[in-house]
């Protein structure tokens, strides 16, 4: 019985090996065909014209690259197929299919988020195609092309602006006395202080602050030209950087003014406001359209430039997300790269329609005028505010978004607490810094 | 004082109940609301249930989400049950100096994280594909496959016939049955309440299961519930309502399969644990 057993395994033990053995034989052959590839294998052929590409909003993006594959005009051939993933699924699945060199199933155009691009071109620096030959990189908005290059090569057609803005309710402001033009280009102390008159006047909050989401943070950094990082995105830039304090002082006093209601997920966020709950949003412009699904406060909002803080090099112009388009460096990369170049990277009608049916405020200069950009909206009491969006988009200032934004976001969402909790401004940045440059070595 | 006590435990127990059935009520009352409501928490049943399942049917295949989901839970349990208790089986019944050293290297197998083994896995997957496109990337086998015998399961069947009488192998033996007889007409009869204990878990798991099916499953048409429940909360302004009546949907296979076997996975559970 003990023999046969033995002689059982061992005959497993052979065959699996020789299946390994076959594998290998394989994956070498694939390697000798293009050395440039490396151990990266080939996706099956499909049809050759056939080109994918993931992105993650049906209302937005998807309906971007639909509107992009009607307006498609040049080799006749090429087939779009869009396929709709979540955000954080897109990143999982390309972080997975990336390190383990199998790109089978990988689309050929990836939507990836502006906070997030250079982790995906530095640390796989031959995954990515590179496009700078297929757009003309002048014709978009400035900082849109820092986070989005790599070594002087152009890596992602920029799409979005996530141009920020202070969306607020005019019939609060009326009610505690002030127009619209008083909250027009204001620092964050009037900020405050205009909330706590609201407060007296209506009983409502300003905003709200979910303490896990540092958006708020990331919009005043990036208002006065600094981010979490040096320029050459990597070396953290939390201790002695005057933006940061500006920007710390600034969240405390709003979040120490009792103007703040607390959330702790997007759908209490969004409820806020459709609630009437807040008087004011500063976020990024892609808020829209779940401010205007509450039909009934149409009229009653306006959307003015961000407050600034006070510190050298404040502006009033600042970006929250927004994303852009790549090629990955496998079959159709041709095809995908002139798709690209003939829609989202050249044609100025297609931006119109970007604007008319879906509201996408593109970062593509040229394309940033005509009709669709003077429409006035009813629901924000007849302000053209794609028209001041789009100027507002010009102004923002260029940072690099470096690798690890979010992983500094973690870190000072702790540490942030701790200065609400009086912890000592200094110690608390200071801390950051070495939790930061300990975390990133 | 006897009556105080139980009193106390009612309390204690209606508590916990309310704790435990909420979230559910909740998801159940939202799938009837609009996004709106949803999101100021409304807690009373509205009248947009029907819009939020024309929408969901509108702009998703909820359809090829659950026959998928179906298939790769029902096969899934199938080979896990078949393996696992083979396994269980043959680790309890048959000596051997190894046995007890493999098992516990087996056990040692639970330790490690799924996500460290994933892409080494995706890779093997990766290598597959072209010779074998039916068990690779982008196929509903290659979804439960990975999954198929784990450590966990070999170990609820061998604990769970450790109260197996042996008595009955020999029985069998003597009436002339070949081991793999008595396994499937002996074994496998009287072990029913651990193979239903075994089937819910299995069939849970693989039915919640995200992060594999996520990453192996790329096409649309290959999609499974789970996956096509994140991307409904993927836009920048979701519907929570539609969102709402997909995780109801989702919920139902797994509660019917838990209702019906009950009565068995309470009994498996118990004899898991008096082993």
């Given at each position: 019985m003990k023999k046969l057993w033995m002689m059982l395994f061992a005959v497993l033990m052979v065959v699996t090996l020789a299946a390994c053995g076959n594998g290998e034989d394989e994956g070498d052959e694939t390697g000798a065909?293009?050395?440039?590839?490396?151990d990266i294998e080939e996706a099956p052929?499909?049809?050759?014209d056939d080109i994918t590409a993931w992105a993650w909003d049906p209302n937005f993006n998807i309906r971007a690259l639909e509107l992009a594959d009607d307006a498609y005009d040049g080799d006749a051939d090429v087939e779009l197929e869009i396929i709709e993933n979540a955000q954080d699924d897109i990143v999982q699945r390309l972080n997975t299919s990336l390190s383990s060199g199998?790109?089978?199933?990988?689309?050929?155009i990836v939507l990836i988020e502006d906070y997030r691009a250079q982790s995906f071109l530095q640390a796989y620096p031959d995954a990515f195609y590179p496009i700078t030959d297929y757009?003309?990189?002048?014709?978009?908005?400035?900082?849109?092309?820092e986070p989005t290059s790599l070594d002087g090569e152009q890596y992602g057609l920029p799409f979005d602006s996530g141009v920020a803005g202070l969306y607020i309710r005019t019939d609060y402001l009326e009610e505690a006395g002030y127009s619209v033009e008083d909250v027009q280009d204001i620092t964050w102390s009037e900020y405050v202080e205009i909330g706590k008159d609201i407060k007296e006047a209506t009983?409502?909050?300003m905003l709200t602050q979910d303490p896990g989401d540092l958006g708020l943070i990331r919009i005043m950094l990036q208002s006065a030209?600094?981010?979490?990082?040096e320029d050459d995105g990597s070396?953290?830039?939390?201790?002695?950087n005057p933006a940061l304090e500006a920007t710390a002082e600034a969240y405390r006093e709003i979040m120490e003014a009792d103007i703040v209601s607390m959330v702790s997920d997007w759908s209490q966020f969004v409820g806020a406001f459709n609630d009437g709950a807040v008087a004011s949003v500063p976020t990024g412009n892609w808020i829209t359209a779940s401010v205007t699904?509450?039909?009934?406060?149409?009229?009653d909002w306006a959307v003015v430039p961000m407050p600034k803080l006070?510190?050298?090099?404040?502006?009033n112009y600042s970006n929250l997300g927004g994303s852009s388009w790549y090629v990955l460096n496998s079959d159709g990369k041709e095809k995908a790269a002139e798709f690209l170049g003939n829609t989202f990277g050249s044609n100025e009608a297609f931006y119109q329609d970007l604007i008319e049916e879906i509201g996408a405020i593109g970062t593509y200069l040229p394309g940033l005028q005509g009709d669709a950009f003077e429409m006035e909206h009813e629901f924000f009491g007849g302000q053209q505010i794609i028209a001041d969006f789009s100027e507002w988009t010009d102004n923002i200032p260029a940072v690099n978004y470096g690798m690890h934004t979010y992983a500094i976001d973690d870190i000072m969402a702790v540490e942030l607490q701790e200065y609400l909790n009086d912890k000592p401004l200094e110690d608390v940045l200071n801390d950051a810094q070495s939790q930061a440059e300990t975390q990133l070595r | 004082m006897k009556k105080f006590k139980r009193i106390l435990t009612y309390v204690f127990l209606s508590v916990a109940a309310i704790i435990s059935i909420y979230p559910f009520f909740w998801m159940v009352v939202s799938s009837t609301n609009a996004s709106v409501d949803v999101t100021r928490g409304r807690q009373l049943p509205g009248t947009h249930l029907i819009e939020n399942l024309t929408n969901l049917f509108d702009q998703v295949n909820i359809v090829t989400a659950l026959s998928n989901s179906f298939i790769i839970a029902i096969l899934s349990t199938f080979f896990t049950l078949l393996t696992a208790s083979l396994a269980g089986y043959g680790f309890e019944m048959f000596r051997s100096k190894w046995k007890d050293r493999t098992f516990n290297l087996l056990l040692l197998s639970?330790?490690?994280?799924f996500a460290s083994i994933m892409v080494p896995l995706y890779r093997l997957f990766g290598r597959i594909t072209p010779t074998?496109?039916?068990?690779?990337?982008?196929?509903l086998t290659a979804a439960f496959l990975p999954t198929v015998t784990t450590a966990f399961f070999i170990f609820f069947f061998r604990q769970n016939t450790k109260?197996?009488?042996k008595d009955l192998i020999e029985a069998g033996r003597i009436d002339g049955l070949s081991e793999l007889g008595i396994f499937f007409r002996i074994y496998m009869p009287t072990m029913k309440t651990t193979y239903a204990a075994a089937a819910i878990i299995a069939f849970m798991n693989s039915w919640n299961n995200f992060l594999w099916p996520l990453v192996i499953l790329q096409s649309p048409s290959q999609q499974t519930m789970p996956l096509l429940i994140s991307n409904l909360g993927s836009?920048?302004?979701?519907?929570f309502g539609m969102i709402m009546s997909a995780i109801t949907i989702s919920t139902i296979p797994t509660a019917v399969v838990f209702f019906v076997m009950q009565k068995h996975f309470v009994a498996g559970m118990m004899g898991s644990v008096k082993g």
């Open positions: 065909d293009d050395p440039t590839e490396g052929e499909g049809d050759e199998a790109m089978q199933g990988m689309p050929n757009i003309n990189v002048d014709d978009f908005a400035d900082y849109k092309i009983g409502n909050n030209g600094s981010w979490y990082f070396t953290p830039n939390l201790d002695n699904a509450e039909e009934s406060q149409s009229g006070e510190v050298d090099g404040a502006t | 639970m330790m490690i994280p074998a496109p039916l068990i690779g990337i982008d196929s109260m197996f009488a836009s920048y302004a979701p519907d």
